[in-house]
């Protein structure tokens, strides 16, 4: 009776819940489902990461090349970020070329690591002019349960915290290039975003966190990525009257997410030490 | 391009309306040197798989100066989509589509909020009932800290700490859209930002009923 | 031959053809690479906004048509000098990249976007450089003037359409007069009078004279042409020259009728007319307590932490809670079920088998595999 209800007035049967103060999943509306964060899955790739928020599950792996710099950028390596939205995690993607949906979130995640300038590009470089390293970032959704852009984001800051690189030494003479690969050096981080995703219901109500489902139901979202005082935002509320002090709840409930994704990937990273 | 404490200008704007024959609406904006045409078709005819029975379809497609569109402009592509499937009263015509089609022809700053507004004249200029009108204000915060409103001529990206998008609607000039296009910005700078932007917005919307006045006066 | 892509430069110019027949172009100059001659691009984009029939991303026969056309017109009559864009032979050229934006479609594209292109590609200024060596230094244009690209001659296309099997003929068909015309014919010709491009398409014959006459006029029309777009260029030239303003937002002509302009405008800000408080500090302090109850990382095993609690996670609650209970359930009730003397020799082989600890485990799923089997077959 109660899928039937679902099924039928999806809104109608959301509105009863969060009239309640709770979501259909058992959730209260400011709280993110459980994630689970695996650090090092990978072992080919010079960095990974798992994470899995409720049922949406994302991989992340880094990988490192080398190449010549860009010719305007000659001191810097470059990163590229590629989120790929396969037909196995939803029925709504279809196999062959990525949809835009792909595209936005790998434009949302080349965005990210460029305002935050969170990987120093200047470390990328191993000779000037000659050679750098390239990172390529794969991300994969496995399972789509809506609010990707919080696991890819958690995804990549994870992975990224993870990268090792071989160290490299070139010979003077020779211009050869020795790869030694029981050196590794970790990549050093200068930010760490973490992001938090809202979806408005009905115009007036704030999910954190948004399933699938109520991605779907909803009539805008916001996004907020953190990381210390700095924000960066993408505000799609559309027409929905959300007012500043709800808008002042997201910073305030990103800046908390903040502190907890950051503890994640430190507790979880300092496991893998031990 | 002064920069007196808590007062900042805005670049001259200059728009033609109904500029290119074949659309249903078009302008074609200059907000300080940058420079965007829009075009709007519709209501017309949707694609099947893209079909909604309540409603029209808002499709949006921009395409970049030089070369194939890349994912940056997919990126901008849903933002605007996310702000005119509510400003446009899509519920007066189901099972069609409303295109609008951005073309960049000179970015000197500040392109989101220029297609952004173009977009909005255009549906105008088309005659397609909105719920109500939106305006998008670009602010940049500088290393130092002080605030300007972009386009600003002889700004560059480099010496900017952040710069955001707002986009106001009307009349209680609440916030449809933000979106920071560089860099990263503190709370209180987002703010300040923001209340520079919806005094900002007064000028465009103003621009706007000016650009309709002059349409109206010259046809007989 | 490999080559690096080399700085960019662009420059773009607006031919303004409008008046007559509302269509407008675009074109735009990057970079690229290319072996001992530099080369030359044309791309021609049918966007959406030309017309209701085009659609995105996809080029119909039309748009084959026309920048077929448009290659043979620019790039097969050697226009542009391409060995004047090679820097190191062999291995660094420039690349010129012609992008032709279509932004409305009232007919006879093809002479449009020729005029356009040709008057582009004169206007057209690639950086200075300068090879020493194995290095290659680009100069931006504050540090040396831009050179323009050496033009042989500008080609330029004319279209006739004829109707009647050829008896009427008209110069520069409208979009309509493109729809009913019975054939088309195009001249591409140059000042010099000298003919690089000539089609003929469509249902009809065409007698000599035919031809003849259409030359002749078009050797008029391209006159003109040639004219009007050298006199832009003086004209462009002039106002650089004397430091004025150019570009697209100055191109934008200033006499029409449906053009508004509004002078730039001082923007008082009144700070905190909407800057909400951040007084909040009690709800900040609530939300951050219940935060901190269920915010505590949970490290699930070797490189694994979680998070939350409450909410379905298929992955989550069924692989560790769930799965390893019934596990759990399973292996005693094989070990009910079994022997005791299988255990033991379970247990025999254990110990012997420890040399290293990761074998170890492996012996132990085996054994819970094992186990399974042994359980379904009295079942």
Not at chain 1, 12 to 37: A, K, N
Not at chain 1, 94 to 113: D, F, H, K, T
Not at chain 1, 140 to 166: E, S
Not at chain 3, 142 to 164: K, N, W, Y
């Amino acid at each position: 009776m109660a899928d039937a209800f679902r099924c039928a007035l999806p809104k109608e049967y959301y509105r009863q819940f969060i009239e309640r103060d709770v979501r259909p999943d058992g959730r209260e509306l400011g709280e993110f489902r459980p994630t689970v964060l695996n650090i090092g899955s990978i072992s080919t790739a010079e960095g990974s990461a798992i994470v899995k928020l409720g049922n949406t599950s994302v991989i992340c792996g880094v990988k490192a090349e080398l190449a010549e710099p860009k010719a305007e950028t000659p001191q810097e390596g470059y990163l590229v970020p590629n989120v790929e939205l396969s037909a196995l995690c939803s029925s709504q993607f279809r196999p062959g070329p990525p949809g835009e949906q792909a595209q936005v979130l790998s434009q949302l995640m080349v965005n990210i690591i460029k305002n935050f300038h969170s990987v120093p590009l200047e470390d990328l470089c191993v000779v000037a002019g000659k050679l750098v390293w390239v990172l390529y970032i794969d991300l994969i959704c496995l399972d789509y349960g809506g609010n990707l852009i919080d696991a890819c984001v958690l995804a990549l800051t994870a992975a990224l915290k993870n990268t090792a690189l071989p160290s490299i030494s070139v010979e003077e003479e020779t211009q050869k290039i020795n790869a030694d690969i029981t050196k590794h050096n970790m990549l050093q981080l200068a930010c760490t975003p973490i992001s938090a995703s809202f979806a408005i219901f009905d115009n007036t109500i704030l999910l954190v966190d948004p399933t699938s489902e109520e991605e779907a139901l909803s009539t805008g979202t916001v996004t907020v990525v953190t990381d210390g005082e700095k924000i960066f935002e993408m505000d799609k509320s559309g027409g929905s009257q959300i007012t500043s002090e709800q808008r002042q709840m997201c910073f305030r409930r990103a800046f908390q997410r903040h502190r907890e994704g950051i503890k994640l990937i430190e507790d979880t990273m300092s496991s893998v030490d031990r | 391009m002064e920069i007196s404490d808590g007062s900042c200008s805005t670049a001259s704007m200059s728009c033609t309306l109904g500029d290119l024959s074949q659309p249903d609406g078009s302008a074609s904006l200059t907000h300080g040197n940058t420079q965007v045409a829009a075009a709007v078709y519709g209501p017309c005819e949707v694609r099947l798989s893209k079909e909604f029975p309540d409603r029209a379809t808002i499709e949006v497609i921009h395409k970049p100066k030089v070369g194939l569109p890349r994912c940056e402009d997919k990126l901008r592509e849903t933002l605007l989509r996310s702000i005119f499937e509510t400003a446009a009263l899509t519920a007066l015509h189901p099972r069609s589509s409303i295109q609008i089609i951005i073309q960049e022809i000179e970015d000197q700053g500040g392109l989101l909020a220029t297609s952004i507004n173009a977009a909005c004249l255009a549906l105008l200029d088309a005659s397609i009932s909105m719920k109500f009108l939106v305006a998008a204000v670009t602010a940049k915060v500088k290393h130092d800290g002080s605030v300007l409103l972009l386009p600003q001529e002889g700004s560059t990206e480099k010496d900017s700490l952040g710069i955001i998008t707002f986009v106001f609607r009307e009349p209680d000039k609440s916030v449809v859209c933000s979106f920071t296009s560089v860099g990263t910005l503190s709370l209180q700078q987002r703010n300040q930002c923001l209340s520079l932007c919806q005094e900002a917005c007064d000028t465009v919307f103003k621009f706007y009923r000016e650009c309709l006045e002059n349409k109206f006066s010259k046809i007989k | 031959m490999r080559d690096t892509p080399l700085s960019n430069c662009e420059r773009e110019f607006l031919l303004d053809i409008i008046k007559e027949r509302k269509v407008s172009c675009e074109v735009t100059l990057p970079k690229l690479r290319r072996p001992t001659e530099g080369i030359l691009f044309v791309n021609v984009e049918l966007s959406p906004m030309a017309s209701a029939s085009f659609e995105q991303g996809r080029l119909t026969e039309e748009g084959v048509e026309l920048s077929r056309l448009l290659e043979r017109c620019l790039k097969e009559s050697h226009c542009v000098d391409l060995e004047s864009l090679c820097i190191i032979a062999g291995a660094k050229v420039w690349s010129i990249r012609v992008d032709i934006h279509i932004l409305n479609h009232d007919g006879n594209m093809l002479d449009c976007s020729s005029i356009a292109a040709i008057s582009a590609l004169a206007h057209f200024r690639r950086p200075d450089v300068t090879v020493k060596g194995e290095e290659v230094t680009i100069h931006t244009s504050e540090e040396r003037d831009p050179i323009p690209l050496s033009l042989h001659h500008m080609p330029l296309c004319v279209s006739f359409a004829f109707f009647h099997q050829g008896k009427y003929l008209l110069v520069d068909p409208g979009e309509l007069e493109e729809r009913v015309m019975d054939g088309k014919m195009v001249i591409g010709m140059n000042k010099h009078r000298e003919i690089c491009m000539l089609q003929i398409t469509g249902q009809m014959l065409l007698l000599k004279e035919q031809v003849l006459r259409c030359s002749n006029i078009a050797v008029v029309k391209v006159m003109e042409m040639t004219e009007l777009i050298q006199e832009a260029l003086l004209n462009d030239k002039s106002s650089r020259a004397k430091g004025l303003k150019c570009g697209f937002a100055e191109s934008a002509t200033k006499r029409k009728v449906n053009r508004t302009w509004k002078e730039a405008m001082d923007v008082n800000s009144v700070p905190g007319c909407e800057v909400p408080s951040d007084s909040d500090s009690e709800s900040d302090e609530d939300v951050e307590s219940k935060i901190s109850e269920r915010g505590d990382v949970n490290v699930l095993g070797h490189g694994v932490g979680a998070i939350g609690k409450s909410a379905v996670s298929k992955w989550f609650e069924e692989n560790t809670d769930d799965m390893e209970k019934e596990l759990e359930e399973e292996r005693n009730k094989s070990v009910h079920t079994n022997s005791s003397q299988q255990e033991k020799a379970m247990t025999a082989v254990m110990p012997a088998d420890i040399s290293g600890d990761h074998e170890g485990d492996s012996e132990e799923e085996a054994i819970q595999i094992l186990d399974k089997d042994l359980k379904l077959q009295p079942m």
